[in-house]
């Protein structure tokens, strides 16, 4: 039976969307979602038009700030792929790394959508203090110009964790980065049945209890109509079914032995083109 990822996000008023992850509480029970956001997005990526009054400005994150801490120790978010392969080096140069500065770790994923903006997921604020851009593997020596402090987060004003709707954020970088932005879809009617190649991207494991893999993965998801999704049964579980779990502002995808699991958090799904340009988020 497929595995469903579930996805989701903030919608515009033209259903204009913007993919990317969330991940479930655990792999055997994956609900990734991938959030869109709510309103019309500027050529300066001026995301939550309105909602750019909720600006919260951050003082400068140190490497052992209790909060960066205390949200590693207490709930990993490190990136796990499950059925996936090895992405091949430059193929997706808009993928970032969200790193915990005191552990010097991966904490969630996102994308460059501007040179010097990240498109993330809100679950994922307080684990992080530094953006790494150009990362294709995690074991790599960083330049100094691939590696950014945090200017400001914009998280979505109706984020909740209970119903897991409204899971984005957006982050400002300190400086812009070399590498180029993905486009955003503004097509409501993006992705249909017939589009075969949908991937979700993160780093991570390649099995359930696997050791973390350093290199980039892909893995491909074929796209799922909302009411189909809603009355899919758990593929481990059939006591377990997802209706009532799809909200209107999420989309699904799905395919035989594909995961994404614990800390997919951020990453992007992705309609890939024939060059990273052609991509779509």
């Not at 140190?62 to 205390?70: E, G, T, V």
């Not at 080096?89 to 903006?117: E, F, K, W």
């Not at 892909?218 to 909200?247: H, Q, R, T, W």
Request: aromatic share 6%; glycine share 10%; net charge negative.
């Amino acid at each position: 039976m497929a595995q469903i990822t579930r996805t989701g996000g903030n919608i515009a008023t033209d259903r204009r969307q913007a993919k990317m992850v969330r991940h479930g509480r655990d792999c055997w029970r994956f609900l990734l979602l991938f959030l869109a956001s709510v309103s019309a997005v500027t050529p300066r990526q001026e995301l939550f038009s309105e909602e750019l009054e909720q600006l919260e400005e951050l003082p400068s994150i140190q490497a052992n700030s209790s909060q960066n801490n205390i949200l590693y120790d207490n709930f990993s978010l490190e990136k796990r792929i499950i059925g996936g392969r090895d992405a091949d080096a430059g193929r997706h140069p808009s993928i970032v790394s969200l790193v915990n500065v005191g552990y010097q770790a991966h904490v969630c994923g996102g994308t460059l959508i501007a040179s010097d903006m990240v498109l993330t997921a809100a679950h994922c604020k307080g684990s992080f203090g530094q953006v790494r851009t150009g990362v294709h593997r995690l074991d790599d020596s960083v330049q100094a110009k691939d590696r950014f402090a945090i200017n400001r987060l914009w998280m979505h004003p109706e984020y909740d964790v209970e119903n897991l709707g409204y899971d984005i954020m957006l982050v400002k970088l300190s400086g812009k980065a070399r590498q180029t932005p993905i486009r955003l879809n503004f097509d409501g009617n993006i992705p249909t049945v017939e589009n075969d190649n949908i991937s979700v991207i993160g780093f991570g494991v390649k099995e359930t209890g696997g050791t973390t893999s350093n290199v980039l993965q892909e893995a491909k998801v074929l796209y799922i109509p909302n009411d189909e999704c809603d009355k899919k049964k758990y593929p481990y579980n059939s006591d377990f079914s997802y209706e009532g779990l799809i909200m209107d502002n999420m989309m699904c995808a799905a395919d035989n032995g594909k995961d994404a699991c614990q800390g997919d958090s951020g990453g992007p799904l992705i309609l890939s083109g024939a060059t990273p340009g052609d991509d779509v988020q």
